[in-house]
Each structure stands twice: as C-alpha cells, then as structure tokens.
Nanobody, 126 residues
Framework: QVQLVESGGGLVQAGGSLRLSCAAS????????MAWFRQAPGKEREFVAG????????DYADSVKGRFTISRDNAKNTVSLQMSSLEPEDTAVYYC???????????????????WGQGTQVTVSS
C-alpha cells in the first residue's frame, strides 16, 4: 500500500512561485506513474500534470503549460510540482496521485489513479 504526503502549499501573490512536493512510502516508487490534480472550491478535481515512472514522459493541462513543471526523483521517492507565474485561478487544493503501470502514457483521468495524498492548499492572492 502506497502512502502519499504532499507539502509546500501556502499563500502567494499573483506572479509568484511555489514548489509542491509529494513523498511516497510503502511501495516501489519507480513502478508508479505520478500526477498532480487540483480542486478549486465548487469545482471538480482536475488534472494538472503527470509524469511517467521513469520521468521520460510528462503532460500538462493547457491552463498550466509553460508555467508549471513536474519532476520526480526515484532515489528519494518524491515527485514535485514547480509552479511559476501563479494566477488567482490557480487557487485550489492540490493532490498528488499515483498508479502502478508499465505504460509511458500519461493518464489524465482521476479514475485512472489509485493512490492519493491528503492534499495541500495553494492560495494565490491578486
């Protein structure tokens, strides 16, 4: 059973940056594709970014392309999301998610991921 714990959320002004981290334990991290989702108040949870188990493939939601970067360190069992040029619309609870797969294809549906963290709040003020 994999446990995921996010950290790094907080309050930031528009145009600022934040780096989220997700620490994994209880499984073989290098066999899991990982992703970040977010859920804003009153909205459904949505895909933000994903990375294959080797880190060789990544994908991003159109709304964050060019501003966010997902990365992973399989030696440290962590996945990160570097967020820059933040906008008030980025305000949400951000969730780390994982799924065990051999595919390099990045899944973007919530239902494709089995393991979830508890979430970390990101608030961007205007």
């Amino acid at each position: 059973q994999v446990q995921l714990v996010e950290s790094g959320g907080g309050l930031v002004q528009a145009g600022g940056s934040l780096r989220l981290s997700c620490a994994a334990s209880g499984g073989t991290f290098s066999t899991y594709a990982m992703a970040w989702f977010r859920q804003a108040p009153g909205k459904e949870r949505e895909f933000v970014a994903g990375i294959s188990r080797t880190g060789g493939s990544t994908d991003y939601a159109d709304s964050v392309k060019g501003r966010f970067t997902i990365s992973r360190d399989n030696a440290k069992n962590t996945v990160s999301l570097q967020m820059s040029s933040l906008e008030p619309e980025d305000t949400a609870v951000y969730y780390c998610a994982g799924r065990q797969t051999i595919s390099a294809r990045i899944a973007v549906r919530e239902i494709d991921y089995v393991y979830w963290g508890q979430g970390t709040q990101v608030t961007v003020s205007s």
